[in-house]
C-alpha cells in the first residue's frame, strides 16, 4: 500500500509563488502517474497536473503557463511548483497516485493541504 505524504502549501498573495511536494512511501510498488488535484470550496475536486512514469505532463487549461510539475522516478516524489498565483487556486490540493503493486492498479490520495491565495 502506497501513503503519500505532502508538505508545502499555505498563504500567498495574489501573483506570488508556492511549492507543494509529495512523497509516496511503501514497498513493492511502481508509479505509474502521479500529480495534484484540488478542491475549492463548494466545489468538486478537479484536476490540476499530473506526470507519467515517463515524465509525460498533463494539465488543467487553468495552470497552464503558470504551474510546473515534475517527479523523481528514484524519489518516488512530485513537486509543483505555482507561480502568478490568482484567488481562484485557492483550495485544498491532494497528492495523487495511480500505481503498480500485487494486487493490480491501485490508487491511492494524501490528506491534503491547504492553499490560499489572498487579492
Known amino acids: 500500500q502506497v501513503h503519500l505524504v505532502e508538505s508545502g502549501g499555505g498563504s500567498a498573495h495574489a501573483g506570488g509563488s508556492l511549492r507543494l511536494s509529495c512523497a509516496a512511501n511503501?514497498?513493492?510498488?511502481?508509479?505509474?502517474?502521479i500529480g495534484w488535484y484540488r478542491q475549492a470550496p463548494g466545489k468538486q475536486r478537479e484536476l490540476v497536473a499530473t506526470?507519467?512514469?515517463?515524465?509525460?505532463?498533463n494539465y488543467a487549461k487553468s495552470a497552464k503557463g503558470r504551474f510546473a510539475i515534475s517527479r523523481d522516478n528514484f524519489k518516488n516524489t512530485v513537486s509543483l511548483q505555482m507561480n502568478n498565483l490568482k484567488p481562484e487556486d485557492t483550495g485544498i490540493y491532494y497528492c495523487?497516485?495511480?500505481?503498480?503493486?500485487?494486487?493490480?492498479?491501485?490508487?491511492?490520495w494524501g490528506q491534503g493541504t491547504q492553499v490560499t491565495v489572498s487579492s
Open positions: 506526470v507519467t512514469n515517463g515524465h509525460v505532463t
Open positions: 495523487y497516485a495511480e500505481y503498480l503493486s500485487s494486487r493490480g492498479t491501485l490508487d491511492a
Open positions: 511503501g514497498t513493492g510498488f511502481n508509479i505509474n502517474a
